[in-house]
């Protein structure tokens, strides 16, 4: 199964392609789709969804998943990472209809075994988990990695995280 993981971003979308088969996962590849500052709104949601789009092409995943929104303070933030997972959201369902979402909290868990854990202990474990030799960068992919890797490890249970 080849999983293409996702962090929405507005500024930068981390992306990360897992493939396992048997209990063992290969990283295949990661990276982040940049917008830049002070580009218009939907010229910048058009890179987003062109990003997401060449992603599928190139890698065909089996699943796409995606990492849940969690914001507690800034409403205009929120606004705009949704709209990113929204044009993220469209691209990958003109290829596929197996999309799925995990909370940051489910993320965590599944990777470090707690709940809780700081993006260094998440960023830590990616790199062993994957036999890496040093932490993905930018933080974003190694969110998403992160995610795909929660996909991977799902199994059957994968099926109450499928977006409705």
């Known amino acids: 199964m080849?999983?293409?993981?996702?962090?929405?971003?507005?500024?930068?979308?981390g992306w990360g392609v897992v493939e396992a088969e048997g209990g063992r996962m290969r990283l295949v590849d990661y990276g982040c789709v940049e917008t830049k500052a002070g580009t218009p709104?939907?010229?910048?949601?058009?890179t987003l969804q062109l990003g997401v789009r060449n992603l599928v092409t190139i890698y065909q995943p089996d699943d796409v998943a995606f990492e849940e929104l969690f914001f507690a303070r800034n409403v205009t933030t929120a606004l705009m990472v949704g709209a990113a997972r929204g044009a993220a959201i469209i691209s990958a369902t003109?290829?596929?209809?197996?999309?799925?979402?995990y909370t940051p909290m489910q993320i965590k868990q599944a990777v470090t075994g707690y709940g809780k854990a700081d993006k260094k202990q998440v960023q830590q474990m990616v790199k062993l988990l994957l036999g890496m030799k040093q932490v993905p960068q930018?933080?974003?992919?190694?969110?998403?990695i992160a995610c795909a890797i929660t996909h991977c490890q799902a199994g059957a249970a994968r099926e109450q995280f499928r977006m409705k």
Request: hydrophobic residues 35%; charged residues 30%; aromatic residues 10%.
């Open 2 to 13: 080849r999983v293409l993981g996702i962090d929405p971003g507005y500024a930068l979308l």
């Open 94 to 101: 003109e290829y596929t209809e197996n999309l799925y979402e």
């Open 41 to 46: 709104m939907q010229h910048r949601l058009r």
């Open 138 to 144: 930018p933080d974003d992919a190694a969110d998403a």
